[in-house]
């Protein structure tokens, strides 16, 4: 596949193991993928000169795998997640000084989008072990101004999102279900990101889809689109997808729910060794859901412990790291906090979060590092 003279060859851009270690962590060489498809993707779009136009046969494309699979009409291709989140915000008629709902442990970027409209960030509580918003706690934090709530799923945990869609359509409030950890994750069989007004996915760099930048929304509703579609267009789309991003997603597209079934296997293995040791707390699995991961969360008994075990796991180069900071602390004047925070203010200070290539890595490769994680908790808890 050898794209000009100058470029090695797709066999000999794999490199040696040996010069792998010496890169960030042990698994950086199985993200991004380094795959066939993925290859071969690149190699068409560079001999079809797609990658030097604005939209086409792969921008297309993307939209319809994503509009087919998360069951949505309309879509727009984006140049971040958090980008998409702003605009989901703007397309579902937020105004300044309206409230939007967040859980008080999330990704720092949706706090932002709120403030960037010029409207008020309210913070709720996450469903402890789970990561993500609590449907009562959302409940009990509404209020008249109460325009949007964004519904994120971190962590391999998956939100209540019938629940609060319920909650939201009784009180005439907007879902934007954040999707950017959790794409092909499925409630009561049905998939996540399929629940709530607009949902929202990232491509960005470390994510289960990656263009290494990107995001997408999916919505039912044309008004929502439109609005965006206007915001959008200053003579050209303003926070463009490139077809070349949209040339690498597609063939991710195609294999993320067999990804996800080998990442959702082997988190399920690690969360349960890792279940007899006292004082971690895991993911909490429900039967009726189908989690997907793109990081694998455990709570540990303090900071302190947590300093601990972060500084052990430098030594073994297992790419273990601090979970959000989260937005409890933050004050008043930012932000209301009409409820108890204290599941949120727990995890800002105990999460632990594994990154997820380690979850596609080889059998005997995966089950070494599960041995060390085991091991390092163990020493924590000694310590
Ligand atoms: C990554 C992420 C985002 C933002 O995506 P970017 O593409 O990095 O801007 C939003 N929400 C959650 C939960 C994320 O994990």
New binding site residues.
């Given amino acids: 596949m050898a794209l000009n003279n100058a470029y090695p060859t797709f066999e000999e851009s794999i490199l040696p193991p040996n010069v792998y270690l010496l890169m960030t962590d042990r698994f950086s060489n199985l993200w991004p993928p380094r795959n066939e498809t993925i290859a071969k993707a690149l190699s068409f779009v560079y001999q079809n000169g797609d990658w030097g136009r604005y939209h086409g046969e792969q921008t297309d494309l993307l939209e319809s795998k994503l509009t087919d699979y998360f069951s949505r009409t309309h879509v727009h291709l984006v140049c971040?997640?958090?980008?998409a989140?702003e605009l989901a915000l703007r397309g579902l008629g937020v105004r300044p000084g309206d409230e939007v709902v967040l859980a008080a442990y999330?990704?720092p970027?949706?706090f932002r989008c709120i403030e960037a409209i010029g409207a008020r960030p309210v913070l709720a509580d996450i469903v402890g072990a789970s990561w993500s918003l609590s449907a009562e706690s959302f409940e009990a934090a509404l209020s008249p101004d109460t325009k949007a709530v964004i519904a994120?799923s971190?962590h391999g945990g998956l939100a209540d999102i019938e629940a609060i869609c319920s909650i939201a359509a009784r009180h005439g409030v907007k879902v934007v279900e954040?999707v950017?950890?959790v794409p092909g994750a499925l409630v009561n069989h049905r998939r996540v990101g399929t629940f709530g007004d607009v949902a929202?996915l990232?491509?960005?760099g470390s994510?289960l889809l990656s263009a290494g930048?990107?995001?997408a929304l999916l919505t039912n509703d044309e008004s929502v689109w439109q609005r965006i579609n206007v915001f959008k267009d200053r003579g050209n789309d303003t926070f463009p997808l490139s077809q070349l991003q949209a040339a690498v997603l597609n063939p991710q597209i195609d294999s993320l729910d067999d990804d996800n079934a080998l990442r959702t296997l082997n988190a399920r293995h690690l969360i349960e060794l890792t279940s007899v040791i006292d004082g971690v707390d895991g993911l909490v699995f429900n039967s009726d859901q189908q989690p997907v991961f793109?990081k694998v969360a455990w709570r540990v008994p303090s900071g302190q412990q947590r300093a601990k075990l972060l500084e052990l796991a430098q030594q073994y180069e297992l790419p273990l790291f601090e979970g959000f900071r989260g937005f409890a602390k933050r004050s008043e004047r930012r932000c209301g906090k009409p409820v108890p925070l204290n599941q949120s203010e727990y995890a800002a200070e105990a999460t632990v979060l594994l990154h997820h290539p380690m979850l596609l890595a080889e059998k005997p490769v995966f089950e070494e590092c599960c041995e060390q994680i085991v091991q390092l908790f163990h020493q924590m808890r000694a310590s």
């Fill in positions: 971040s997640g958090t980008l989140i999330d990704f970027g949706n994120s971190l954040d950017c950890q929202v990232s491509f960005g994510k930048r990107g995001g793109y």
